[in-house]
């Protein structure tokens, strides 16, 4: 680090969490160990399975999982990770499927993990079946929020979820029909991300499109129990105009509910590498007739303009965290108390006991 630098910490404010926490591998595998692998974590909307058969599958923080809607009709969640020989069972994605089959031998797993046919192994197949299944992991669902946990004995699910269910009181989601899904591959870590989305400070130098319908001087993020939740005024004579006018609700460690007036995108911020992140995006709306479909496109098309530009910001940032002059920078004591929240979280992980 530069021995010029003047360090711009005042004992009133808070610093950031420092910059080897970003891109150090020993550190994401720790956070993954002690924090994706250990807690409660949204996975998808339960929109995506109506029906027994239907299943979402993807790789959360490096682990393959599937969830799928059982003959009983619960929902079900496994390891997608065959107890042959480590395929994929599923083919990683969504939709709808009679068996668990798996894609390289084809082992055949039935909706409650249990092995049920192994073709042409040879020796007792019977005896094979009896004592292999699919890992299990524990399954949630919350007003259509469909949760997991890999952990043995999972915390507390209300714990977990604190004060969700109270700000998503009368926000409607549960009448938000599934529209489409999309996903954005980034190359930063998860925390460079959730920062971002923590604070409304970067609006009006970042989203020309947003600081249009935004008011600024009302702009506040409001922390409370593991969510924080976005609350602004609107510009005057924006009131019809702006898609944004809704709920901006996130939830720790990695999620976020934008709720617009039309509808809602749930948007997952998935680790895939101490630099790399995924976010997920799930696009839901109240009306999805033709007559609704400009104002649904429209809200999408800002969505993508204003991911984009947290794209580029966050690629930019990230760089800079791995650069080896930055260590630490000060918190606007104005905007940025959910950053704060989010690294005392953070900070609580790393002091957790291995
Ligand atoms: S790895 Fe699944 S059947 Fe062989
Ligand atoms: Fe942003």
Not at 216 to 236: F, N, Q, S
Not at 247 to 264: D, H, Q, S, T
Request: aromatic fraction near 10%.
């Amino acid at each position: 680090m530069p021995s010029t630098a003047k360090s711009s910490a005042s004992a009133a404010n808070h610093l950031t969490i420092p910059a080897t926490w970003y891109h150090d591998a020993g550190i994401y595998k720790m956070e993954c160990e002690k924090l994706f692998y250990s807690e409660w974590l949204l996975f998808c909307h339960e929109t995506l399975l109506p029906s027994p058969g239907h299943y979402v599958a993807y790789t959360v923080a490096g682990r393959p999982i599937l969830v799928l809607r059982g003959k009983d009709g619960q929902l079900k969640g496994f390891h997608n990770v065959c107890r042959h020989r480590a395929s994929l069972v599923l083919k990683e994605g969504h939709g709808k499927t009679e068996v668990l089959r798996c894609m390289y031998h084809g082992w055949v797993y039935d909706t409650n993990g249990d092995l049920c046919k192994a073709p042409g192994f040879g020796g007792d197949e019977k005896s094979l079946c009896d004592r292999t299944s699919l890992f299990p992991v524990h399954v949630k669902n919350v007003d259509g929020l469909v949760f997991i946990c890999m952990a043995a004995k999972p915390p507390s699910f209300e714990k977990s979820i604190g004060d969700l269910p109270a700000a998503l009181k009368g926000s409607g989601i549960e009448s938000f029909k599934f529209f489409d899904t999309a996903a954005h591959p980034l190359k930063c870590n998860w925390k460079t991300y959730i920062e971002n989305y923590m604070e409304g400070y970067h609006i009006p130098i970042l989203h020309p499109e947003l600081n249009r319908d935004v008011d600024m001087a009302t702009y506040k993020v409001v922390p409370a129990e593991r969510i924080a939740r976005h609350e602004t005024g609107l510009k005057p004579g924006r009131e019809k105009e702006a898609a944004n006018t809704g709920l901006w609700i996130w939830l720790w460690p990695n999620v976020a509910l934008n709720i617009y007036k039309n509808g809602m995108n749930l948007e997952i911020v998935n680790p895939t590498g101490p630099e790399t992140t995924e976010l997920r995006y799930c696009y839901m709306f109240k009306d999805l007739s033709k007559e609704a479909e400009p104002e649904n496109r429209k809200t999408i098309d800002l969505s993508f303009t204003v991911t984009r530009q947290d794209i580029d910001i966050c690629e930019i940032v990230q760089k800079n965290l791995h650069a080896g002059v930055y260590e630490a920078g000060e918190l606007s004591p104005r905007h940025e108390n959910g950053v704060v929240y989010f690294h005392d979280l953070v900070r609580a992980v790393h002091a957790k006991p291995a």
